[in-house]
Nanobody, 127 residues
């Protein structure tokens, strides 16, 4: 298990950028596969992006490809989400999550496979 805390959310105009950070504690952070999810009001939590530690393999949900970039710095126990060209539809609470390094990539989009979650950070995009 890891403890996770997100930061970097806020209010931004459409077309703007934000960089979210997630800092973890616990000795398994550096080996965990880390993901970002988001949840908009009245909607289910949805997968955004993921990065695996062993080979830095990355995957994105289609609606953020070309706009969002996930990265990690294991020396700092941190994972980041650079969000560019934000749109009103990106408004949500953003969560980082950790899963075991052996979790199959076919399941990365499923929230149930993640064992640790941060409390979330609010991102609001005004149109």
């Amino acid at each position: 298990q890891v403890q996770l805390v997100e930061s970097g959310g806020g209010l931004v105009q459409a077309g703007g950028s934000l960089r979210l950070s997630c800092v973890g504690s616990g000795r398994t952070f550096s080996t965990s596969t880390m993901a970002w999810f988001r949840q908009a009001p009245g909607k289910e939590r949805e997968f955004v992006a993921v990065i695996r530690s062993t080979d830095n393999r990355i995957d994105y949900e289609d609606f953020v490809k070309g706009r969002f970039t996930i990265s990690r710095d294991n020396a700092k126990n941190a994972v980041y989400l650079q969000m560019n060209w934000l749109q009103a539809e990106d408004t949500a609470v953003y969560f980082c999550a950790a899963t075991h390094p052996t979790t199959s990539s076919v399941n990365w989009h499923i929230s149930d496979v993640y064992h640790s979650w941060g409390p979330g950070t609010q991102v609001t995009v005004s149109s």
